[in-house]
């Protein structure tokens, strides 16, 4: 039995090969990995909360406001004060559950059959070999990461795809809590159907206006605890409004904006994935999603032709205002995949099974623009 031990949630797919070829010249063994698309560490967006099979409520504690009066001397006045409210956190169950037979590999990937790295002699050559194990392992950990962000985000219960109703996802929580004047939908005319593009400045505006519209609770929390999460596509509208806002043949506003670093760098509240330079809007980072345009393309995703970009302004999941929570049993069962040969059907199997469901805890620390 083989444990996947990387740290960060990476469902699963099993392998055919069509060849492209009708004479087979050199075939090499050498394998060539598709880019995957990425997301940042779900920490960066949520903070992890264990040990949930179902439902956890997390306790509010209300504000008290205006209990100054005038005294009253000797006979004073007293009145109850003080009210709890709760947040439920649900989760779903989830499994991946895939196969491997030497008989259907050899039918499909004959250019790497006769390599003993890949496919030992006999009976030997049924129970998987290390080269096919690792790559089956590293793509079904890639593509439970995804699996996981997506859900987050797009999960709806009540959908028809079996992709997306387990649980309901994030966009789920800020539509309900905004319809009852809990969180702050500041703005809604971005272009929604999956073929729309954003005009010029358009991102800019949204951003802009999020960033005033927003709860005076979240405008005054220092700028290194927030963020901006966007689709890549707004993310890339708004760069071009900053490059055309360029200050005659200087690029000093430019590089104040883009500040010279690199994606991929830790600024110490998010983790910038690859790709970029890192974008600020009044010193916030403004972070691109690419998953979430991926997702959104996908028509059996219940937001398909209802929404195409969005910001999402609020603290980090490592900011200590951090108002994102993801609930989960086991935070090591999102990435843990077992793999076994059982002899008797000759077949190698792949399991994984785990629990997360999401909630926002505080409306007054979250805004939206989409």
């Not at 008989?103 to 006769?114: E, H, K, M, P, V």
């Not at 005009?199 to 951003?207: E, G, L, P, R, V």
């Not at 963020?227 to 708004?238: D, M, R």
């Not at 904006?257 to 509240?269: A, C, D, N, Q």
Request: with cysteine; proline share 4%.
């Amino acid at each position: 039995m083989e444990k996947a031990t990387k740290n960060q949630f990476r469902n699963a797919t099993s392998y055919s090969y069509a060849p492209g070829y009708t004479f087979p010249g050199n075939l090499p063994t050498e394998l060539f990995r598709h880019p995957s698309i990425g997301t940042p560490p779900i920490t960066d967006i949520f903070t992890l909360r264990q040990g949930i099979r179902t439902d956890e409520f997390l306790v509010l504690v209300n504000n008290l406001s205006k209990i100054l009066k005038a005294t009253t001397g000797c006979n004073p006045s007293y009145t109850t004060a003080g009210t709890f409210s709760d947040r439920k956190i649900s989760v779903g169950k989830f499994e991946a559950n895939l196969q491997w037979c030497k008989s259907d590999f050899i039918s499909t990937a004959s250019a790497l059959t006769n390599d003993p790295k890949f496919v030992k002699n006999g009976l030997d050559g049924y129970n998987v070999s290390e080269a096919v194990r690792s790559v089956w392992m590293e793509e079904m950990i890639d593509a439970i990461r995804r699996d996981i962000f997506r859900i987050l985000f797009f999960g709806n219960d009540t959908s028809a795809s079996t992709d997306y109703n387990v649980i309901d996802g994030l966009f789920v929580k800020l539509y309900d809590t905004a319809a009852s004047y809990c969180v702050k939908r500041v703005g809604n005319d971005l272009p929604n159907t999956a073929a729309s593009v954003l005009t010029t400045d358009q991102a800019y505006n949204a951003i802009k206006a999020l960033h005033q519209g927003a709860q005076v609770q979240l405008k005054q929390i220092p700028a290194k605890e927030k963020v901006f999460w966007v689709t890549g596509s707004f993310y890339e509208n708004l760069l071009s409004s900053y490059e055309s806002k360029t200050n005659g043949a200087t690029e000093m506003q430019f590089k104040m904006i883009l500040e010279g670093v690199s994606y991929g760098v830790s600024t110490g509240i998010v983790t910038m994935p690859d790709g970029g330079p890192t974008l600020t809007y009044r010193g916030i980072p403004v972070i691109p999603l690419y998953a979430c345009d991926d997702a959104l393309q996908d028509s059996t995703n219940p937001w398909f032709n209802n929404m195409k970009d969005f910001a999402i302004y609020t603290t980090s999941g490592k900011s200590k205002y951090a108002n994102l929570v993801v609930g989960t049993e086991v935070a090591s069962d999102l990435d843990r995949i077992d793999m076994f040969y059982w002899q008797k059907d000759k077949v190698t199997y792949a399991q994984h099974e785990s629990r997360f469901g999401c909630q926002l805890i505080q409306c007054d620390l979250i805004a939206f623009y989409d």
